[in-house]
């Protein structure tokens, strides 16, 4: 299999996002030790680059769950590619068939309408990165599943769905 060269073939590469005369002064930090942006009830959620910050052109998230199982069930996105890349523990990556365990520097690429989930059964903490393409307003679903587990009221099958459905969650 071939690829082309970058550096001769430049018809790769999308077209200019910027055409400015001179480079601007736009790069931005975010530290390590910055504090995470929600609690996700037993782990927390660091919003490294959201949609809106990078011009929707992707959303990238730091996942840290601690030992406690949890994870979505098998589920789907019309809109977005989704990526996994494990830092640190083992978390278990479902690729539509097979569960399989991933370690740290596994990475896992899905392309929309694949279906995937992600665990952690392995009684240790967890930290990975989650990347979606193109940025969508994750955040907001995030919050809200949160706000919907943690509120103390009665959230209905059908309100549960319409939430999902709204952000591009599909589940199988």
């Known amino acids: 299999m071939t690829h082309p060269e970058p550096w001769t073939d430049l018809a790769t590469y999308p077209p200019a996002a910027h055409v400015g ?11 390590h030790d910055a504090p995470a942006e929600l609690d996700t009830l037993g782990g927390f959620a660091h919003y490294l680059a959201t949609g809106s910050r990078t011009g929707g052109r992707y959303g990238l998230y730091r996942w840290d769950m601690g030992p406690q199982p949890g994870g979505p069930a098998p589920h789907y996105h019309r809109t977005m590619t989704e990526a996994f890349f494990v ?22 690429h899905v392309p929309e309408g694949g279906v995937h989930a992600f665990r952690n059964e392995s009684g240790a903490a967890v930290s990975m990165l989650i990347l979606f393409v193109p940025g969508a307003p994750r955040e907001a679903y995030f919050e809200g599943l949160v706000e919907m587990f943690t509120s103390g009221r009665d959230v209905s099958q059908e309100e549960y769905a319409d939430f999902c459905e709204r952000h591009d969650n599909h589940f199988v």
Do not use: E, N
């Open 87 to 108: 830092l640190s523990g083992s978390v278990r990556l479902y690729d539509g068939d097979t569960w399989t365990d991933a370690a740290p520097r596994d990475f896992c």
């Open 21 to 31: 005369d001179r480079p601007d002064v736009s790069a931005w930090l975010r530290r």
